[in-house]
């Protein structure tokens, strides 16, 4: 059984590499004078990939290899479509691949030794609302919310470190199976979510609250708190399109982006003109126009990614994704005690909502809200936390595989 | 935990539900939405397009270009050897100005990306042709077109002219025109012209059709009540009704008219007493028979001429002005020139069309879905209202559009508006016993349609009917 799952999993690795080399000998065809230069791309791509599978299955005993590969496939994608955009990009992104694996496996390891320790939950929320109030007393504006901070060269967006401890601390409050102050936690979850709104950070505001209540509803299986807690974010909502200009400006956008295409419909409506002209087959690799598209390395890369490669390539990512979601749901199953099963199925539910955010976001399906597409968008901290997301669960998998052995 | 378990089984469920819509919406964005959003003019990939193909010609009838392009060197340049009097109905194509008319209804169609099949295209691009677009063959006879646009001699105004057996479109005009080529160098012009050329009055204009839609008036009278035919009424010159005086025209008699010659001298007196009897709903209904308030699914656009629904209590006024086509109804002349398509045909509506067929770089051609007329009037009715217009040209206010030797039957109008005199409305065709074009023409503010309008009807039936004949 192992054999056949193992040997599954090389093939699986070997097809993902086959398919980065087609692409970037795509991408060398395309350059004129023909470069070799997207090649090495697809080489140190490999090599990544290779050595920390190898690492991963040698140094993490018990893991669930699956959530590395496919994580790994994702990444070739965004990596293939930053290299057709942006080549600049492309380098720097592959280093956060780099860095991302070695996360991995550095949370993996971390999560499966300390997940028995048991630490405050309020701690946890301390970080949160500290890596949340940061942007706010000393962050730089970006794309209309102030939800970054600036670090030398680098920027960093503490809502995604925020969004692990978040979960951590939602976890180790509700473990017992039952809200003990149901007032407390209610403020608690609001201060959270309250700075995310400050920050103007509606789609980060939106995932926290909607992660909060599923866990509160998992781990305690009230149907009134649940029904409560998604009233109150439906009149959030309606109360915030009445109040707040800029959410009013989005939903309009998506009722009818035609009524200003040169305004405030005008990225909903390149982007749906890209999927548009992708078609069910794609225009091809390097023959459609995703310069067209705004922030298309980061909010938008699947517009472009649909554009070139249809319908069917789209269809397939989303279903990718969707393997991730299941994988973390199994791992939330297989868990024996209800923190990391809460613990993992938070990140799982984390993970899954934010790729249905920006998806169903980009294809008009639901109100667009500027949050990442994990493992595609151009980015180091989305990358890494993506990367981390994943090591919690793989670490906890790991730790329940090693009860299993030892007992 | 059990429950916990169960719980994160009923998430995972969530989530099946929310990818699989993710899936679901992107195939219907797909198969649905996707070429409405190719050809948005605001679609930049669509100019690239532009750039990348010939696009195709536009032909009349008889095969003369229309719309042509012409490559100087690198430049590719758009071309209307059709001149003012096609501006307003084949429109313009330009980067900067963005697209109107048939340039812009038939752009997939020009460009080439109008064909889906995934296999054409590869033998196109094979054999080297997918950088052309398709050519474009109209049901327009561009000497017949040319001939009533200058028959206008620059009055503001519009002509159309159709087949009635079938609905193909032989002549649109509007008037004043102008000549889409170099179109940077008049837009300003253009665009503060009052006379507005860039507006295609044949297609968009609505007007009130006045004493021409008597036509309506009568047949629903003949068929709601038949022995309206035999009766006489008397008109003192002008009738009175909730305070509002409704006058004849200046030299009409008073005295006893029966319908013939009431229709023939075009009075509006008995016509609101007729209307009187016939009553508000089958009046309405009689208008949406003959194509009022429904919107057209053609090959180009053409504004919805409308007659509001009556009301429930009161509207005597507004029945006596409906009656005289008056008060609220609005007609294109395209609307108007089925109306006579209709009484031409014994009673059969026809769908107009200007498409005649598209061929593709291949040679491929492909016919339009032609929409077969439908019958909306009884031909004994419609017979017996040919009649009475075939005596108002020959006897009545239609003698100016009378030929020798061709039997026109015709109406006309001289319709009351906010802007002046008249507008002037001929509506007719010809030959009577077996029609071959109906044509409906209205000059604004001309005066009585009779004068101004007949003639122009009059050459247009004439020209076409010599033509036909050689």
Request: contains cysteine.
């Amino acid at each position: 059984m192992e054999l056949k799952m193992e040997a599954i999993y090389n093939k699986t690795l070997s097809a993902t590499a086959l398919i980065g080399f087609i692409a970037f000998t795509l991408l060398s065809m395309k350059t004129s004078p023909f470069s070799p230069e997207p090649l090495y791309g697809a080489i140190t791509f490999s090599a990544i990939m290779l050595m920390g599978y190898f690492l991963t299955n040698y140094l993490l005993s018990g893991q669930d290899p699956a959530l590395f590969i496919l994580s790994s496939f994702i990444t070739q994608l965004g990596l293939i479509m930053l290299y057709r955009i942006n080549p600049a990009a492309f380098s720097k992104q592959i280093n956060w691949y780099a860095i991302g694996v070695l996360t991995f496996i550095l949370s993996s390891a971390v999560v499966r030794y300390c997940i028995k320790i048991r630490i405050n939950p309020y701690f946890f929320l301390a970080v949160t609302v500290m890596l949340l109030a940061m942007p706010l007393l000393f962050g730089v504006e970006k794309g209309g919310s102030r939800s970054w901070i600036q670090l030398a060269n680098y920027s960093f967006q503490p809502s995604e470190p925020a969004k692990v401890t978040f979960v951590l601390y939602l976890a180790g409050k509700l473990k017992h199976g039952k809200v003990e102050n149901l007032l407390r936690l209610s403020a608690e979850i609001l201060v959270v979510v309250g700075l995310l709104t400050l920050a103007k950070d509606l789609g980060g505001a939106m995932l926290f609250y909607l992660a909060a209540v599923a866990l509160v509803f998992a781990a305690t299986s009230r149907i009134d708190i649940t029904a409560a807690g998604l009233a109150a974010a439906g009149i959030a909502a309606v109360s915030g399109y009445y109040f707040f200009a800029h959410v009013r400006i989005r939903v309009e956008a998506w009722l009818n982006p035609w009524q200003d295409v040169p305004g405030r419909g005008y990225q909903i409506v390149q982007s749906l003109f890209a999927i548009a002209q992708g078609g069910f087959f794609g225009t091809g690799l390097g023959m459609g126009h995703p310069e067209y598209i705004p922030a298309v390395t980061t909010d938008f890369i699947f517009s472009g990614f649909s554009e070139e490669f249809g319908f069917l390539g789209a269809a397939a990512l989303t279903v990718v994704y969707f393997l991730l979601v299941y994988r973390g749901i199994k791992i939330s199953l297989s868990a024996k005690e209800s923190f990391s099963a809460l613990a993992a199925l938070g990140i799982t539910t984390m993970f899954g909502l934010q790729i249905f955010t920006i998806i169903g976001g980009v294809i008009k399906l639901i109100p667009l809200t500027g949050v990442t597409l994990p493992f595609m968008s151009y980015g180091g901290s989305s990358m890494i936390m993506s990367f981390i997301s994943l090591g919690i669960l793989n670490g906890i998998r790991q730790s329940e595989r090693g009860e299993e052995a030892d007992g | 935990m059990d429950k916990l378990r169960k719980n994160i089984k009923i998430i995972f469920v969530i989530f099946c539900g929310l990818f699989i819509s993710l899936i679901v919406y992107m195939s219907y964005f797909t198969a649905y939405e996707r070429d409405r959003l190719i050809q948005s003019s605001y679609n930049r990939r669509l100019w690239e397009q532009e750039d990348k193909v010939l696009r195709g010609t536009i032909y009349d009838a008889k095969g003369r270009p229309l719309a042509d392009t012409v490559v100087e060197g690198n430049i590719k340049k758009r071309v209307y050897p059709g001149g003012e009097a096609f501006g307003p109905l084949i429109g313009y194509s330009d980067r900067r100005f963005g697209r109107a008319g048939l340039e812009d209804a038939l752009n997939s169609e020009l460009l080439g990306v109008a064909e889906k099949d995934p296999m054409v295209l590869l033998r196109q691009k094979i054999l080297g042709v997918s950088d052309r677009g398709s050519g474009v063959y109209l049901t327009i006879d561009s000497q017949l077109q040319g001939t009533a646009y200058r028959l206008f001699r620059g009055r503001r105004g519009a002509l159309v002219a159709m087949d009635p057996s079938t609905g193909a479109l032989l002549a649109v005009v509007s008037s004043p025109g102008y000549d889409a080529e170099n179109l940077s160098n008049k837009w300003e012009g253009l665009l503060d012209n009052p006379d507005k050329p860039l507006i295609n009055r044949a297609t968009q204009g609505l007007y009130p059709p006045g004493s021409a839609f008597k036509i309506i008036t009568l047949a629903a009278a003949l068929t709601s009540h038949p022995e309206i035919e035999k009766k006489t009424y008397y008109t003192p010159g002008y009738v009175k009704i909730n305070g509002r005086i409704i006058r004849d025209y200046e030299h009409l008699r008073p005295g006893d008219y029966d319908l013939r010659a009431a229709f023939r001298y075009s009075c509006n007196t008995v016509f609101i007493q007729i209307g009187q009897e016939v009553g508000p709903d089958n009046l309405f209904s009689m208008a949406e028979a003959f194509g009022f308030n429904a919107k057209l699914d053609t090959d180009i656009p053409i504004a919805t001429s409308t007659m509001p629904k009556p009301p429930a209590l009161g509207g005597e006024v507004e029945l006596a002005e409906d009656s005289i086509g008056q008060g609220k109804i609005l007609a294109t002349p395209l609307q108007m020139a089925r109306v006579a398509s209709v009484i031409a045909s014994g009673g059969k509506l026809a769908t107009p069309y200007i498409v005649q067929k598209v061929v593709s770089p291949l040679g491929f051609e492909k016919s339009y879905n032609v929409q077969m007329p439908r019958e909306v009037l009884d031909k004994t009715v419609a017979d017996k209202v040919k009649a009475l217009m075939v005596d108002v040209v020959k006897n009545g206010t239609g003698r100016p559009a009378g030929i020798n030797g061709i039997t026109v039957a015709g109406k006309t109008g001289s319709a009351e508006n906010p802007h002046g005199k008249t507008h002037a409305w001929f509506v007719g065709f010809a030959p009577a016993e077996n029609p071959k074009i109906a044509v409906a023409a209205v000059v604004e503010n001309a005066g009585s349609g009779g004068a101004n309008a007949g003639p122009i009807v009059k050459q247009v039936i004439l020209q076409y009917i010599t033509g036909l004949k050689k």
